[in-house]
């Protein structure tokens, strides 16, 4: 089957400008992720969504990222007031909810670029 | 903060030779996943380890969990050129099934 999308590939905005990333996870996995992958360094976790429990958080870097997800299907991670330090391709993730661990199947990305 | 620490940081070989790539922890993890990511695409599962002192193997692959939990290894015999790309290892902390800590990975480059 498909799996999972994200868009848009690749995206440049102008620093103080507002960016949408959209994640499609495979269909079924109740779990959805969003990482951060910087040049040089590995993913850094910024939020997780499990079925309609309060989703996890802890990981996004500043009041300025936001993130949705409507029931068990599409994400947005939001990006408001862009930084340059914000430049990094954003990964998305959805995995069955299966002990003892969650296997997760990664996106392309979206690579941003902020100028 | 529990931290994985990979070596090497590059490693750039000719086809045909044998490589060991390294994940340490000072912090056990309930489970450890390989993965490799190749440019533009996103990481993809390899396998994950969970019992200490596991080994698994996947054709020219081999994995292993340290005894304590805290470390791994990934062993490619006889390197091809669609060998190359970044492999990283992610680790769950106890108490976590979801939450993968990653090392900032190994880019290995396998020449013809």
């Known amino acids: 089957g498909a799996g999972v999308s994200q868009s848009p590939s690749n995206k440049v905005t102008e620093k103080g400008k507002d960016v949408e990333l959209r994640c499609d996870p495979i269909?079924?996995?109740?779990?959805l992720y969003w990482y951060r992958q910087r040049l040089g360094q590995g993913l850094e976790f910024l939020i997780y969504?499990?079925?309609?429990?309060?989703?996890?958080k802890s990981g996004l870097p500043s009041d300025r990222f936001s993130a949705e997800r409507t029931g068990e299907s599409v994400s947005t991670l939001t990006i408001q007031r862009t930084q340059q330090e914000d430049s990094a391709v954003y990964l998305c993730?959805?995995?069955?909810?299966?002990?003892?661990?969650?296997?997760?199947?990664f996106g392309p990305g979206t690579r941003l670029t902020v100028t | 903060t529990q931290l994985l620490e990979q070596s090497p940081q590059f490693l750039s070989i000719q086809e045909g030779e044998n490589l060991t790539v390294y994940c340490n922890s000072s912090?056990?993890?309930?489970?450890l996943q390989w993965y490799r990511q190749e440019p533009g695409e996103g990481p993809v599962l390899l396998v994950t380890?969970?019992?200490?002192?596991e080994v698994k193997k996947l054709k020219r692959l081999t994995f292993q969990f340290g005894d304590a939990r805290k470390d791994s290894s990934l062993h490619i015999t006889a390197a091809q050129p669609g060998d190359t790309g970044l492999y990283l290892c992610?680790?769950?902390?106890?108490?976590?099934?979801?939450?993968?800590?990653f090392g900032k990975g190994t880019l290995l480059t396998v020449n013809p």
């Open positions: 993730a959805s995995s069955l909810q299966l002990r003892p661990i969650y296997e997760q199947y």
């Open positions: 269909s079924g996995h109740t779990a």
């Open positions: 969504f499990q079925g309609n429990s309060a989703p996890d």
């Open positions: 912090s056990v993890f309930s489970s």
């Open positions: 380890v969970v019992t200490g002192g």
């Open positions: 992610a680790g769950v902390p106890g108490g976590s099934n979801y939450k993968l800590t």
